[in-house]
T-cell receptor, first 111, second 116 residues
Framework: RKEVEQDPGPFNVPEGATVAFNCTYS??????FFWYRQDCRKEPKLLMS???SGNEDGRFTAQLNRASQYISLLIRDSKLSDSATYLC????????????FGSGTRLQVQP | EPEVTQTPSHQVTQMGQEVILRCVPI?????FYWYRQILGQKVEFLVS????????KSEIFDDQFSVERPDGSNFTLKIRSTKLEDSAMYFC??????????????FGPGTRLTVL
């Protein structure tokens, strides 16, 4: 049973492109949602939390659709430095603090 | 900017040996975690620790594993009698206020464990 599912990619896009990643989660009781970024053989770095109303941080916009159990991340004006794996992460229960990770979507931004 | 630190960055051990992985969480954080990532696979939760005791653990975290906070700063993961399949990257993480409903966790750089 896949708890957090993502398209593995890779997404190959030119610099300046807009790219969107999607993620679905299976537990409807899930409470908190995040996007992390992971570079090769490095630690996950928190990119942004995803709030019910949607939120934006510079070139990055995250959306949450609780009814469809779906999370998205939009990256505008892609930079070479955006090349990484983007991890969809869910905290499934208010009584638990364990994070459940998706397998990640790889992005390669090309010059 | 405060960050989680981990030592060593790489640990090589023989099967059956014990290893201790060390972490210094962010100083005002209250929750501490260990995760692991086997090469090519997703990040998996092992254990969380709060108020000097385990608050939650996964099925992976069996009797082979233990955690400890021996002093006010270090948080350790001990793996007894290591197996080949314990080879992975082990990440420590920490998070802040217990009252926060948004459980933002910050990860250390990891210890790569290789069991031969």
């Amino acid at each position: 049973r896949k708890e957090v599912e993502q398209d593995p990619g890779p997404f190959n896009v030119p610099e300046g492109a807009t790219v969107a990643f999607n993620c679905t989660y299976s537990n409807s009781a899930s409470q908190s949602f995040f996007w992390y970024r992971q570079d090769c053989r490095k630690e996950p770095k928190l990119l942004m939390s995803v709030y019910s109303s949607g939120n934006e941080d510079g070139r990055f916009t995250a959306q949450l659709n609780r009814a469809s159990q779906y999370i998205s991340l939009l990256i505008r004006d892609s930079k070479l430095s955006d090349s990484a794996t983007y991890l969809c992460v869910v905290n499934e229960d208010t009584g638990r603090r364990a994070l459940t990770f998706g397998s990640g979507t790889r992005l390669q931004v090309q010059p | 900017e405060p960050e989680v630190t981990q030592t060593p960055s790489h640990q090589v051990t023989q099967m059956g040996q014990e290893v201790i992985l060390r972490c210094v969480p962010i100083s005002n954080h209250l929750y501490f975690y260990w995760y692991r990532q086997i090469l090519g696979q997703k990040v998996e939760f092992l254990v969380s620790f709060y108020n000097n005791e385990i608050s939650e653990k996964s099925e992976i975290f069996d009797d082979q594993f233990s955690v400890e906070r021996p002093d006010g700063s270090n948080f350790t993961l001990k793996i007894r009698s290591t197996k080949l399949e314990d080879s992975a990257m082990y990440f420590c993480a920490s998070s802040g206020l217990a009252s926060s409903s948004y459980n933002e966790q910050f990860f250390g750089p990891g210890t790569r464990l290789t069991v031969l």
